[in-house]
């Protein structure tokens, strides 16, 4: 059964870093396009950053660019997010995604969903 496992997450101080990984089993990463989305309490889920299969990035949250990076490994499955200089407002449950049919800031047609991981950012 394909499944897509984040890991990372936690309680960071305002301009901390963190690292986000996601490891899929059951599918190549080789086919797909591979993002983060991140949902803040009350708010709606928005997509934050994507990589497409040729390895193209595409910001898609404004208040992110030069702070996140995305990071795929195909060899080993996986794709990370490195997040630096973190703020208040990065506070949230950050999801994995694989889309095949490429990068998209919409979660619809999403084939694969990390189960989400909290990140809090406070002093």
């Known amino acids: 059964q394909p499944q897509f496992m984040e890991s990372g997450g936690g309680l960071v101080q305002p301009g901390g870093s963190l690292r986000l990984s996601c490891t899929a089993s059951g599918f190549s990463l080789d086919y797909y396009a591979v993002g983060w989305f991140r949902q803040a309490p009350e708010k709606e889920q928005e997509g934050v950053i994507c990589n497409e299969k040729d390895g193209t990035t595409l910001n898609y949250a404004d208040s992110v660019k030069g702070r996140f990076t995305i990071a795929r490994d195909n060899s080993k499955n996986t794709v990370s997010l490195q997040m630096n200089n973190l703020r208040p407002e990065d506070t949230a449950v950050y999801f994995c995604?694989?889309?095949?049919?490429?990068?998209?800031?919409?979660?619809?047609?999403?084939?694969?969903w990390g189960q989400g991981t909290q990140v809090t950012v406070s002093s």
């Open positions: 995604a694989a889309r095949y049919w490429g990068c998209s800031d919409s979660s619809g047609g999403v084939n694969y």
